[in-house]
């Protein structure tokens, strides 16, 4: 199995996702959302250090790729992808518990639209964006995987 392959593939999906927080962030900046923008910051600096730390280990790499790496690539990365985008939700204290954090990004990945908010308009306008934007990037990456 070509770990370094796969550690490469994982900081490319990461940074992929840390590009995507960016209109959100944007949008908490321009609403004046302190709690939202700090969430961001954060967990884009994380994302950040993540990407970079296995981009200089699994540096020169060779780029073979098999079904059982490929297999492992997207359950590694739909996991990792979960943990760090339920984050903003935790950090800015906007859903506290971060089972339920994760439950939600988790729902937006998957498309479920499975809630544990009772009033989802709640939300700040950064990370309402956030969760709608999961959804549709986990309707895409279901249409990209078949």
Request: hydrophobic fraction near 55%; proline fraction near 3%; charge should be neutral.
């Amino acid at each position: 199995m070509n770990y370094k392959m796969m550690g490469r593939f994982v900081a490319q999906i990461l940074s992929i996702e840390g590009i995507f927080m960016i209109p959100a962030l944007i949008i908490s900046l321009c609403c004046g959302e302190t709690a939202a923008v700090y969430g961001f910051s954060i967990t884009m600096a994380l994302i950040l250090g993540i990407a970079v730390m296995l981009f200089l280990i699994c540096r020169g790499a060779p780029s073979a790729f098999y079904a059982k790496e490929g297999f492992v690539c997207v359950a590694i990365s739909w996991i990792i992808m979960s943990l760090v985008g339920c984050l903003p939700f935790y950090i800015s204290r906007e859903i506290p518990l971060f089972v339920d954090a994760f439950f939600e990004i988790v729902s937006g990945f998957t498309t479920t639209g499975a809630s544990i908010l009772t009033d989802v308009e709640a939300l700040s306008k950064g990370l309402l964006y956030w969760r709608s934007f999961s959804h549709w990037l986990g309707g895409m990456g279901v249409l990209v995987l078949l």
